[in-house]
């Protein structure tokens, strides 16, 4: 991209019509928010030190609304096993709207991950890592997140003469990567590095400082401008998966009070001993139709922790500022700052449960859901996460009884709601959903158990040993 | 509270109907959100090593439905000069509807400071710090988070009788003091401390381990029953404060062009070295009409600086789940993990000046903020925190040219909507408010500056200069 030599007043004139067509289009994209079509911008800043990235971003902040467009830089990391490349980002990932640059992103993690560790990253565990990097920027972009990410370059001759010229009160950001830019094996071993993945890079040459600027500014005004192409045709021969016996049919089997009460005991204790010396973290979901008994697992579960050592997440309909991002956000989100031992009473399956049946999501959402989820539930047990996911499945009798034994004691009429009753007449549906679900999401990191509950003791029984199983199975 | 000696089986009928009456407790409070006479609860819970405030808690946990009542413990920390002592648990403060415990909280912090630090706490600045924390547990407790305090106690002897059977694997929770329970000296000084804050806890005795369990359940019930009385009175005879003279008739100084943009490239500078260099952190708070240029004004302030050095919170209506916490909770959360400079566009004043012209506050809310926000920016101030706030007066003469002007020009369109019309037509109900801010909110630690910007070049350099004399007049 190379512009004819401009007068200063000319040049002048060139930058304020950028200005005005980046304010233009910052503008709509924020009042897009809420509204279809909506989208928003994340990009990824990256490149040589002293390449200018971090003055392009000083440059288009001039030119825009500075207060519409977030910019974020931590010092990059190493990518550790027990969290996943995207958890340090996941609160920075920008809502419906809003424009967010990161200089410290997954990228810059990746390279100093390769470049500082003493035994290095070999070159099949890079190329993984980008090929998971690229399935979520997708998985992003599908939920209307458009990622830009930009490479800014320098030849080495460039950025030896700049190293000669830096002052110290400059000197502060050109240690971002820790990294030795007078070594010209580093340089080298970084430039062949960063090419596994720069192909579908924005690459902007540092060396003139205007026309890097510009370019880079340039570069924003078209993603912002860009109409995201989000309307893809759902699969209309959608195949139904066929219900499992078990949820057609719960097992009736019932347990003797005694035996149960010695088994019980035995069991939480195990369960409980299993959760708090496992070296990984834990997340156990429950999923299943209403009064199925999710939160008298999760009582049995807990019975012998002590409440530091465990968060529940009890997950209803999202909150309106959630809806603005992609689905997942809120459980990426939730993720960070928490115990090592998570249960979700309910859970990221509600986009093919609930959603679906509600019609909350569209076809082409929740159909492209299961990929998301399963992807996401790898990228967890990749990094150190045992996944147990149980279906409490009831029969339609038994759910009935319950709901009227709610409604006649005290202390638990607050637990049923007109919500049960509406549910419960979309009983078919919902075991469509769940059908579905098994069949797309039970995978080999993460499978399904489905325990029948209509006898609670046998199904308490059951539940504990599956964790226990699962938490064994290493 | 003692109990007559009861059979097991008694003791049992006992315990299922305390659970049943904290279930029932827990879901009307739950189901309380949103509507009048909502509520939150948070426990703070202290005590002595081993005096079981762990298992009174674990305990409750077992007796409640655990899905509603989280628990958060956090190692103690030092408080120190650069936080305030609420900023670490901002965001574990309950929304409505919600019990939170906490074990690590302010007070634990303090005791921990006044027993580590080579140089111990002297009383006066202990006492201060309990009065600050009061203070701000009365304006929860105003914004309808019920705040219940528990002191579990134990004696020496029978402190020094437990430490001597505790088995490894409990150890792990009784180091969380760091301190050393063997020493007689030291359990002396914890207790002469916590007594200077503990007479409005509830105290509970952890000798008896059936007894304290129950003891510390009947507290959280009777907190959980507690009907708030969060109806007060609102001053009748409120005084309306004078309208300023500079707010009537903002001056219409004007600048030369030339001049303006030598002083302009000056300031700017040094505006950006002061803030850079300044040790503390900065908050700048930008009030005042629409139109006025407080978009225009940032842009200025941060034309030298680095977009990693600084954030802009640009304050819009707050969002639904930030109507369920106290009012400034969306601003002590947005305190946390963000740049040292921070630049607010609008800000906590909104409820004072927005939220009491539309009656988006009632009356006793927007008379009692004025306290809340002094006390919100004192314990900032005494935080190693700059506050400067500023006031963009405009005329209405002015304030229409722009709008018009707004109006016809494209990138310029998208800054006007019909609300800007609006608060327009209420010009001199947010003079009144204007008026009653300065005269409540201009402290010594944080006082207003006014400046008029009919002519916008005199008042950028009036703002970049305020914020310079604010800087340099530590």
Redesign the interface.
Known sequence: MHQPHLSAEEKQHSHDHLS??L??AQ??L??SAGKKNAKSVLVLVSGIELAGK?ES??QL??WV?????????DPPQLLTTNQTFWQPYSSFIPAEGQIV?L?GNWYSDLLTTAMHVSKPLDETLFDAYVNSMRAFEQDLKNNHVDVVKVWFDLSWKSLQKRLDHIDASERQ?HKLHGLDWRSKKQYETLQKLRQRFTPDWVFIDGEDEALRDREFAECILKALKDVPDHVQQADAAWTQSVVPQALLQPSSEVLEKAKYKKKLKKLTRRVADALRYDQRNVIVVFEGMDAAGK?GS??RI??R????EY??F?ISAP???ELRHPYLWRFWTKLQNCSDIRIF?RSWYGRVLVERVEAFASDIEWQRAYDEINRFEKDLTDSQTVIVKIWLSISKEEQEKRFEAREKT??KR??ITEDDWRNRAKWDEYLNAAADMFEHTSTDCAPWTIIATDDKPTARIKMLKAILKQLKSK
Request: charged fraction near 40%; glycine fraction near 4%.
């Open positions: 005005l067509d304010i233009e503008y709509q924020k009042n971090g971003v000083k902040r001039e609304d500075p207060r519409y467009l977030r910019v974020k830089a640059v200089f950001w939160g999760i009582k807990v019975k922790l002590d409440p530091r968060d529940i009890t909150e309106k500022y009473d005290p202390h607050f637990k």
